[in-house]
């Protein structure tokens, strides 16, 4: 069944209510929304889900404060993440120190208040892009196997596609990732990564190092010592996934010429 992307049902939820009431007129001015309910708190949105999920119209997509009385939305986001059908989740805060969590709880979006008109319109579609049978196209930052990830740096709040990242290095209970234009240190463990990015090409080579096969440029092998290189960069690989990252990259050198 297709995804009505102009009639999605959201329901906004923030305990201050000027706030919630600007979030709420920025949404129903989106063609793509049908519905938007609006909750004070986090018990009140939990019971506004439950009742949609009972009469057979489930909320779509939850826009959700962070800080709230009672049941904070960090708490609330990974109850949603437990659902049969978890709607998706966006974060809308003055916080930028929670990017992390919203990453792990894999939110569809953060937005930082005041929340600007098109960054809310890009927030709306990455939910339609993600919702299954959707019918409009998934730009790269929005497919399945591309995910963002919060980086800070100076104070502000940036999201690196997984696509963009080359490799990435693990720096105790850190991971640094390195891209084509530079290198950001997160507070994400590398097995964390390695399990996420999996779907999207990374694969382990070192228990210091995921790489992205596509980002490979050359395999060496000599004297029993196994190297990659991606760019200006040789990484070490270890003996024991030395020979399932040479059959990864014959199979895929293979399928692109079968292509």
Partial sequence: MEVDV?????????????????????????????????????ASALKM???AMADGRPVEAVFLDIRMRGLDGVVLGRLLAQFARPPRVVFVTAYEEHAVD?????????????????????????????LPGATEPASEASRPDTETIPVELAGVTRFVASSDVRYVEAQGDYARLHT?????????PLAVLEERWGAAGF????????????????LHIDSGRCTVRIGDTEIPV??????????????????????
Wanted: with cysteine.
């Fill in 6 to 42: 102009t009639g999605l049902r959201v329901l906004a939820v923030d305990d201050e209510q000027p706030a919630l009431e600007d979030l709420a007129y920025m949404l129903r001015a989106d063609p793509r929304i049908g519905e938007v309910a609006l909750a004070r708190d986090g």
């Fill in 49 to 51: 889900l439950d009742r």
């Fill in 102 to 130: 919203a990453f792990e709880i894999k939110a569809e979006d953060y937005l930082l208040k005041p929340v600007r008109p098109e960054r809310l319109a890009e927030a709306v579609r990455r939910v339609c892009a993600g």
């Fill in 180 to 188: 084509g234009s530079g290198s950001h240190l997160v507070r994400i």
């Fill in 203 to 218: 694969v382990r080579v070192h228990r210091s190092h995921l790489v992205a096969l596509k980002h490979i440029d050359e």
């Fill in 238 to 259: 270890s003996r024991r996934h030395t020979r399932e990252l040479r059959d990864l990259l014959v199979r895929r050198a293979r399928k692109g010429r079968t292509e």
